[in-house]
T-cell receptor, first 113, second 114 residues
């Protein structure tokens, strides 16, 4: 069955280190998204992509970057991890089109010490 | 973007219908209402969406008022596994090429009691 996976599921890192979170989907969806979830803030959009070589900033993109070299993967990179980036990160994907539902991965819990 | 208002929490007995309300009084004519849920520690899960007609699928029913200013998600026979946070979302932020941007509020924490 098609699915969306994230790795690692848990990560502890230190302030200032570069961290990359992986997201892989097998639905062949053009659209992919990264959200973070913090207590009191719900899910907030970080970056999104509509296809290969396309990336766009969401509402909380500072300190994060993404690249889309193929349809299946959208890795999220924290250039220099900060304690404020301690969060749970969710990746999602959807078909192209205005009203298609998004399918979410299981999440990555990141702790920055 | 249309904003939604949901109760913070609700309780329901197992086997009964769970009715989750949502107000979206500023919804515009071409905006859809979506419902997602998030079971503890998992990623959000799509449930259902609708524009103005009532919708039903294998998970739930969505009742949208005629003026579209509010809606109700109905889980017809709630089970313990339906305990989750339920998010009512009006599609926000029209993005280039039509991909939807989901704006999550705080949702309703639904607890199903045995």
């Amino acid at each position: 069955d098609a699915e969306i996976t994230q790795s690692p599921r848990h990560k502890i890192t230190e302030t200032g280190r570069q961290v990359t979170l992986a997201c892989h989907q097998t639905w062949n969806h053009n659209n992919m998204f990264w959200y973070r979830q913090d207590l009191g803030h719900g899910l907030r959009l970080i970056h999104y992509s509509y296809g290969v070589q396309d990336t766009n900033k969401g509402e909380v993109s500072d300190g994060y970057s993404v690249s889309r070299s193929n349809t299946e993967d959208l890795p999220l990179t924290l250039e220099s991890a900060a304690s404020s980036q301690t969060s749970v990160y969710f990746c999602a994907s959807s078909e192209s089109g205005l009203y298609n539902e998004q399918f979410f991965g299981p999440g990555t819990r990141l702790t920055v010490l | 973007d249309a904003k939604t208002t949901q109760p913070t929490s609700m309780d329901c007995a197992e086997g009964r219908a769970a009715n989750l309300p949502c107000n979206h009084s500023t919804i515009s004519g071409n905006e859809y209402v979506y419902w997602y849920r998030q079971i503890h520690s998992q990623g959000p899960q799509y449930i259902i969406h609708g524009l103005k007609n009532n919708e039903t699928n294998e998970m739930a029913s969505l009742i949208i008022t005629e003026d579209r200013k509010s809606s109700t998600l109905i889980l017809p026979h709630a089970t313990l596994r339906d305990t989750a946070v339920y998010y009512c979302i009006v599609r926000g932020g029209y993005l280039v090429q039509g991909a939807q941007k989901l704006v999550f509020g705080q949702g309703t924490r639904l607890t199903i009691n045995p």
